[in-house]
């Protein structure tokens, strides 16, 4: 099932891609990525560039937007509530690398996964970076090029 999500959301990435970014396409792209998601509230908006990976394990709200190339990948869990911004360039993504503790190397070794929230009314500015195990409460402005590790609660 991952394969054939894997391959359906590049198909409508590879076929929308050339539209316009207007309102009524970004809710026909979201539209065709819940689909497939996990869970998808009403008004899924995302724009061209947007990359979703992993949409079985991605949960959307109602009123959520994903900007240009914004990165999505889920291997554990990724929870977006209601009404959340995603600005652009801004990447999500519940892994992270490990580190070998004899060889120091994080070439070959397994990472860990966790679930990410962000809560209600967030907004996740640009080039912002939200890892493994990050939880954003509601109403939360992440600045520009921010990373978040964990809760900020």
Known sequence: ??????????????FLIWLPDTPQIMRFRGWLYSLVMYKCGKDLQVASTAVLRGLELIACGNNVY??????????????????????????VVDANHGRD?????FRYQRGSQSKIIIGYGSWIAANSVITAGAIISPG??????????RSNK
């Open 1 to 14: 099932m991952h394969k054939f999500n894997l391959i359906y959301s590049h198909t409508i990435r590879l």
């Open 66 to 91: 994903i900007g240009p190339n914004a990165y999505i990948m889920a291997r554990e869990k990724i929870l977006i509530e209601d009404e959340v911004l995603i600005a652009m360039n801004v990447v």
């Open 101 to 105: 503790k004899q060889t120091n190397s």
């Open 140 to 149: 939360t402005l992440v600045p520009p090029c921010s990373v978040i590790r």
